[in-house]
């Protein structure tokens, strides 16, 4: 089983682009499905985006989709999140996940999780 481990946010102003990273230990991340969720105070972790094994199948959530995209290099066991176009409502902690099962929405049908980052957009 990898550990994962997040970094690359920080506070940024309306507009603004951030990329996460998340990092995996571990010898098995190419077979991992891998996954990005957020969750802010007071709110349910929702879904932004996830991609399969080996990077050729995507799925974005709604309210990120064509400004977030999603990436994996299994070479460097690492998981991306490129993030365009910022809005104050993407403010929140942000966690990448794993699961080897499928590329899934829900939280729940992921496994492994890393510790999370924040992103804060000002307005």
């Known amino acids: 089983q990898v550990q994962l481990v997040e970094s690359g946010g920080g506070l940024v102003q309306s507009g603004a682009s951030l990329r996460l990273s998340c990092v995996a230990s571990?010898?098995?991340?190419?077979?991992?499905?891998m996954g990005w969720f957020r969750q802010a105070p007071g709110q349910e972790r929702e879904f932004v985006a996830a991609?399969?094994?080996?990077?050729?199948?995507?799925y974005i959530g709604d309210s990120v989709r064509g400004r977030f995209t999603i990436l994996k290099d299994n070479a460097k066991a690492t998981e991306y999140l490129q993030m365009v176009s910022l809005k104050p409502e993407d403010t929140a902690i942000y966690y990448c996940?794993?699961?080897?099962?499928?590329?899934?929405?829900?939280?729940?049908?992921?496994?492994?999780w890393g510790q999370g980052t924040q992103v804060t957009v000002s307005s």
């Open positions: 996940a794993g699961n080897r099962r499928g590329l899934f929405w829900n939280a729940q049908e992921y496994d492994v």
């Open positions: 571990g010898r098995t991340f190419s077979r991992y499905i």
């Open positions: 991609i399969n094994w080996n990077a050729s199948n995507t």
